[in-house]
């Protein structure tokens, strides 16, 4: 008998109710203990991420001074007013400076990792000294910065006055078109620490077996790095460009230690600017619609990056 007239011989079953609720109950427990362990992370993913991001996009849906009771439901209206905030643009295109100046720390970052990673004399000093701005945190760097800027008693301020240059002398702080750079700057100090530590823990892991078949073949130290090193260090590079972005978005302590945003709005970013609208100018809807917006601009370029990586 052919398998086709004994499939038609044979009639279908279905399973019985009570041959699949034991079969359920079966998977249910052999899920359990997995459901128990992600449980806690869950939980305080909920509370801490999930949940506030639900209230500010309802408070961005709002009109509210931050005391009164009641809350005006305006819609879109705040979304409306940022858009056509000349303020709120000025200060994303300093975030995307920010972006830019953290994504040069990555390289930096890696070339000083790949000189460390022969090992010189000295090379523990110096990758401690590098760490030790991201150790104690921006807004203590920042501090120990604004000190130094002082126009009157700062260190930058005396060596200005001593060797007759005007600008250092009075502290580019105070300057609108030198703040934001002065603010580069040392973000650019702190970071290139960091990003030498991580570079360092990715050549950790490439295969020296590699290295040593490139330099029996002849290849030269820029020839192993750009072929051998590197293509091992694509996923670390990858998690420096994606760490870059989110820090460059969300880059708010180091600016408001230094100059709050000032003077006038010449180092405002938007993190800075939302804040100042929220609390200062009791804006709160009109803050949480800036937060928003921040938000989708990094899930997008999240996104972009990394799919940019996975293509390459």
């Excluded at 991580?198 to 490139?214: C, E, H, K």
């Excluded at 072929?227 to 760490?243: A, C, K, N």
């Excluded at 928003?292 to 370029?301: E, G, P, Q, R």
Aim: proline share 5%; net charge positive.
């Amino acid at each position: 008998m052919s398998r086709v007239a004994l499939a038609a011989a044979v009639p279908f079953v279905a399973p019985s109710v009570t041959d699949v609720r034991p079969r359920r109950r079966r998977q249910i427990r052999r899920a359990a203990p997995g459901l128990l362990f992600i449980a806690p992370a869950a939980v305080i993913v909920l509370v801490f991420v999930v949940a506030p991001i639900v209230s500010t996009v309802r408070l961005a849906l709002h009109d509210w001074d931050g005391f009164s009771l009641e809350r005006d439901f305006v819609g879109l209206v705040n979304f409306a007013a940022l858009f056509g905030d000349a303020a709120f643009w000025a200060a994303l295109v300093r975030n995307l400076l920010w972006i830019g100046v953290l994504l040069l720390a990555v390289g930096l970052g890696l070339a000083f990792a790949l000189l460390l990673w022969s090992r010189p004399r000295g090379w523990v000093v110096f990758r401690t000294v590098y760490l030790i701005p991201e150790m104690i945190g921006p807004a203590i760097v920042g501090v120990v910065w604004l000190r130094l800027w002082q126009p009157v008693n700062g260190g930058f301020a005396g060596i200005g006055q001593a060797l007759g240059i005007p600008w250092l002398a009075s502290s580019p702080l105070a300057d609108p078109a030198l703040a934001i750079f002065v603010l580069l700057g040392v973000q650019l100090w702190i970071a290139v620490g960091f990003f030498v530590v991580v570079s360092l823990s990715g050549l950790q892991l490439v295969d020296t077996t590699l290295l040593d078949a490139a330099l029996v073949d002849g290849a030269s130290r820029s020839q192993r790095i750009r072929y051998v090193v590197l293509p091992q260090m694509r996923e670390h590079i990858g998690l420096m460009r994606m760490l870059a972005l989110i820090a460059g978005l969300k880059a708010f302590d180091l600016v408001w230690v230094m100059t709050s945003g000032g003077p006038g709005n010449a180092t405002q970013l938007v993190g800075t600017y939302a804040y100042s609208q929220a609390f200062a100018q009791q804006k709160f809807g009109y803050g949480a619609a800036l937060a928003c917006v921040v938000l989708v601009i990094a899930l997008v370029l999240t996104a972009i990056s990394g799919r940019s990586g996975r293509e390459r």
